[in-house]
Nanobody, 122 residues
Framework: EVQLVESGGDLVQAGGSLRLSCAVSGFTFDDYAIGWFRQAPGKEREGVSCVSGIGDTYYADSVSGRFTMSSDNAKNTLILQMNSLQPDDTAVYYC????????????????WGQGTLVTVSS
């Protein structure tokens, strides 16, 4: 059974940092493309950072240079290091996975976690 479990969301002041984790089970990173998405209150879900099955990495313009995605393959965990957080980063953050090599998107992701809430105060 495939599962993705996010953790690390919290309340943080603007300019601060947070580290989100997504523990995955039921598959390995070799076989899936995986990434982070977020949904702010009243807004549509959007992509934050994704890695394809062949290792290409995407960052949304809004987070490029501030967020870094990495993986701990030994622990089957996807990590999102978020620095210089701003109130606009407030959202529920989800990890999602798609079998194969293509980037996961909101429409084609096969599996989703339950989300973790990040709140950035001004």
């Amino acid at each position: 059974e495939v599962q993705l479990v996010e953790s690390g969301g919290d309340l943080v002041q603007a300019g601060g940092s947070l580290r989100l984790s997504c523990a995955v089970s039921g598959f390995t990173f070799d076989d899936y493309a995986i990434g982070w998405f977020r949904q702010a209150p009243g807004k549509e879900r959007e992509g934050v950072s994704c890695v394809s099955g062949i290792g290409d990495t995407y960052y949304a313009d809004s987070v490029s240079g501030r967020f870094t995605m990495s993986s701990d393959n030994a622990k089957n965990t996807l990590i999102l290091q978020m620095n210089s957080l701003q109130p606009d980063d407030t959202a529920v953050y989800y990890c999602a996975a798609r079998a194969g090599s293509l980037y996961p998107t909101i429409r084609n992701a096969h599996y989703w976690g339950q989300g973790t809430l990040v709140t950035v105060s001004s």
